[in-house]
């Protein structure tokens, strides 16, 4: 039976002053996400997008009395005699049809049934004997295979509540109804930041001591799961100077900043003056977990600033607890990573007064913690299709003990 330990985690004790929880951290999130403005948007662009406003029905659905098969449109009481068949309503009539008495009208799959018609038998169940139409179906009934007008919604009515997400179904729905555009809460805007004299762009020859840039790719690959598409990239040297720029020109631009890297306390960690100098106000600086202890969090009027550690599996499990419930938020919608529980297939052993976020596989009711836990390490987020988390205070976890599991956007 395997154990983990937390020295995986490259965990050296430091002061906790100024410290907060996860809990913490993620009410203060939660109490700075604030709403979107409501945007009008056109239909067809709303996909995913939470209503800012009731959206009412501007026709009746069906518009006519339609027909749902191929077959005959009769009229009920005539169904035991045989009846002359010589006219047809076809999808796109642009006039209401009639059926005379002692006749059956051939009618096709959403074609408009005659306005004294009230059944519609299906071809398969009718047989031609001499000419006339005989019915077979021994099982009919009146008003089988009508569709009556307005039967899904009557003008006027609502068609959607404000604060439903608008589905695939949703937008065929109100396309159906004619509708073309709706007022929902706007995405976010986002600008990823990415600094370090270190990096190099994938493609590029490395010279000693340099590392691929990863981050951005990771991130917007993230972002685009999420169905946000208006990001900006922007890198930044390891310079005060440049980097308030690049940060005040992402301000005045975007919703949400991004920053990667530069966020802990060494000599060419600018990020924390460099927010002080644009005037973002800190709200957090550091959080008890592990990965992505150096969190930082601030914000300028209504726009968010996170300030990532450079570490990808940190800047990656960051962006899923933090930056993803915000942006959810900010759009009035539901979480984008679902909480569930599920039992651990291994022993597990912590330090206490730490919360963990651990790389992990969930399959069915079981979950597994991942090798390659730390934070410089990408090849088990690479396979992991969830996180594991294990509380502060708890030392110890025990093979088949339930735990909580945040399952990952796929």
């Not at 026709?59 to 005959?72: A, E």
């Not at 169904?79 to 059926?99: C, I």
């Not at 396979?383 to 110890?396: F, G, P, S």
Request: charged letters at 25%.
């Amino acid at each position: 039976m395997r154990v983990n330990f937390i020295n995986n985690f490259f965990y050296f004790p430091t002061s906790n002053q100024g410290i907060i929880s996860v809990d913490e951290a993620k009410k203060i999130v939660a109490d700075n996400a604030h709403a979107m403005p409501p945007v009008k948007k056109l239909l067809k662009d709303a996909v995913g997008l939470i209503l800012a406003e009731d959206v009412h029905a501007a026709i009746d659905f069906p518009p006519f009395n339609q027909s749902n098969v191929d077959g005959y449109a009769i009229i009920f009481k005539e169904a035991m005699q045989q009846l002359m068949v010589n006219s047809e309503s076809a999808a796109g009539n642009n006039e209401q049809p009639f059926l005379k008495q002692g006749h059956a009208m051939r009618i096709f799959t959403g074609a408009p049934i005659p306005e004294n018609a009230d059944t519609v038998v299906m071809q398969e169940k009718t047989q031609m004997e001499n000419g006339l139409l005989a019915i077979k179906d021994e099982q009919l009934k009146k008003g089988n295979n009508f569709r009556p007008k307005g039967k899904d919604i009557r003008k006027g009515d609502i068609a959607f509540k404000k604060g439903e997400c608008l589905s695939a179904g949703a937008i065929g729905f109100l396309s159906a109804l004619g509708i073309t555009e709706v007022t929902v809460y706007k995405k976010a805007s986002v600008t990823i930041i990415i600094t370090g004299n270190e990096l190099r762009q994938p493609g590029n020859e490395l010279q000693f001591g340099q590392v691929y840039e990863a981050n951005s790719f990771m991130l917007k690959a993230a972002l685009r799961q999420l169905h946000f598409t208006e990001v900006e990239i922007f890198y930044a040297s390891d310079h005060l100077d440049k980097l308030i720029s690049v940060l005040n020109n992402a301000l005045q631009k975007n919703d949400v900043v991004l920053l990667c890297g530069g966020i802990s306390v060494g000599d060419y960690d600018f990020v924390l003056q460099a927010a002080t100098n644009c005037d973002v106000e800190k709200l957090f600086h550091k959080v008890n977990q592990r990965p992505g202890k150096p969190l930082y969090f601030g914000k300028k009027k209504n726009k968010l600033v996170f300030g990532l550690p450079g570490n990808p599996s940190s800047v990656l499990t960051c962006f899923y607890e933090y930056v993803a419930e915000a942006l959810a938020m900010m759009m009035k919608k539901e979480s984008f990573i679902k909480i569930t529980k599920a039992k651990i297939k291994d022993d597990y052993a912590k330090i206490s007064g730490l919360t963990l976020f651990l790389k992990g596989i969930l399959h069915g009711n079981e979950v597994m913690a991942l090798d390659a836990q730390e934070s410089y390490r990408l090849s088990s987020y690479a396979k992991a299709n969830c996180l594991i988390r294990l509380d502060e205070q708890r030392v110890e976890y025990k093979a088949g003990e339930e735990v909580e599991v945040h399952v990952l956007p796929n």
